[in-house]
């Protein structure tokens, strides 16, 4: 396993932030939040973006 530090637009961000929004779609209705924040928000120094790799394949985000 791997913690890596990415930006949110990156390749690896891709299958939890699709889960993600069908997640949101399946409770809310919508995905309408996930676009309210600019990808910049979670670059530091103010944030960061974290993904868990296990054998290259992304488990976890946050």
Do not use: K, S
Request: proline share 8%; glycine share 12%; net charge negative.
């Amino acid at each position: 396993m791997e913690l890596r530090t990415v930006r949110l637009g990156d390749p690896e961000t891709e299958p939890v932030l699709a889960d993600l929004a069908d997640e949101y779609r399946r409770r809310y209705g919508g995905d309408g939040e996930m676009r309210t924040t600019a990808p910049e928000e979670f670059d530091p120094p103010a944030g960061r973006f974290l993904v868990l790799l296990d054998r290259g394949e992304t488990v976890a985000a946050g």
